[in-house]
């Protein structure tokens, strides 16, 4: 079947749902394409649990259609909105309901007249000189000749680029380098009561704001516990604890501990992860039910239904994202985005976490020539796609960030077809204009 379209997005993540969102808001027909059965990535798949942060430590920088969706998961309780983190590490977090999401999601595309497909990879790409004309789709049972103007690549580690030709580099410089990959738990049977109690009389064993009463449970320690790990034979290495309560179920968490190194987007290595993590988790429980206070009553309720891929490959954009950019916080005439989370490591074969805070307010931005990759005339990159290094790219993976840059990729794919314009030359100050009147903050 062919099909014909003014802009399609590939992932169905935050990104690419902001993407299609705003694209088709901004006068252009859209399809969203999506491989897995709900939109959502990592936050509704992988369970990753809560988004983090919209918040610098002067103002709320990410707003647009990620806020819509927090407002909307507020109404539906589906999420507390946006509280103080009581880690202490950022801002803000924002805890989540992720079936809530994942139907949120879909009632919101419906609104925008967004056309998408579950069940579709892209298995072939059609280009004449550096533009595409087509790809083909495979599903169950069929393929899609898809046409577009602009193509939005919001498959988180770049694949679609990479199979159109962009340039790209793995890590840190080796497939050894990428951050290890995590299995979420969703945990329920927690006593926060205990565990409140225990964090309270031990104090130094927790990562803890010196604000927080702890009325929302984030706990980020039982350090001294860890070494116990290796008596349950647990193949992963971790310094502590990280868990968060689920918003409007009492006693269920969501468990962000597990740690397992490889290079996703190698298929032997992927398989490895994910099988160590699914029957390490058993031994995972049993330490937690045996060693954890409050953990005692605990029973798993499901793992997220892939493992949480944090870093693969980088595409190289027409301008790379630095980790001076961010440290030194370098302004851009083409800015489309403000985020705010720190530089955050997690180092493979390791049980450590490398941070380095970004200068007060804690705040850098996106140009618009991050999304856009080198060679590439009609691809837009979005979400964990933008181009950056390995040490800048730990800091702007996170989902808000995510949202904020989907809907300037959305809006700039658009507008080109609007203006038959190649992506590279739509003026920036409409660009800009429209992400402002879209809620977005530069």
Known sequence: MDLVYDVVVVGGGVAGVSAAIAASRTGARVLLLEKDMSFGGVLTTALVNPMMTFHSSERQVIGGIGQEIIDRLVS??????HIDDPIGFVKSITPFDPEKMKSLLIEMLKE???DFLFNSLVLHVSREGDSITSITTVSTGEQNRVNAKVFIDSTGEGNFSIRAGAYYNIGDGSPSSCQPMTLVMRIGGVDREEIVSYVTRNRDDFVISEHTD????????????????DDYGIYFKRDRLLFFEVPYHPGQIFMNTTRYAGYANKSKELTEAQT??????????????KEIPGFEDSFLIQTGCHIGVRETTHIVGDYVLRTSDLIDRKTFDDTIAVGSYPIDIHLPGSAQLKTISIPYPGEYHIPMSSLIPKGLANVILAGRAISADHTAFSAVRTSPLATATGMAAGISAA????????????????????????????
Do not use: P
Not at 276 to 289: A, E, H, P, Q, Y
């Open 214 to 229: 702890l009325s929302y449970l984030g706990i980020a320690g039982f350090f001294s516990f860890m070494k116990r790990l």
């Open 112 to 114: 925008e007249g967004v």
């Open 276 to 289: 160590n993590g699914s029957t390490d988790v058993w031994r995972f429980m049993d330490f937690l039910k």
């Open 415 to 442: 507008l080109a077809v609007k203006h038959r314009k190649l992506v590279r030359d739509v003026n920036i100050d409409l660009i800009q204009r429209e992400i402002v009147e879209m809620g977005g903050i530069l």
């Open 76 to 81: 539906m309780r589906g999420s507390y909105g």
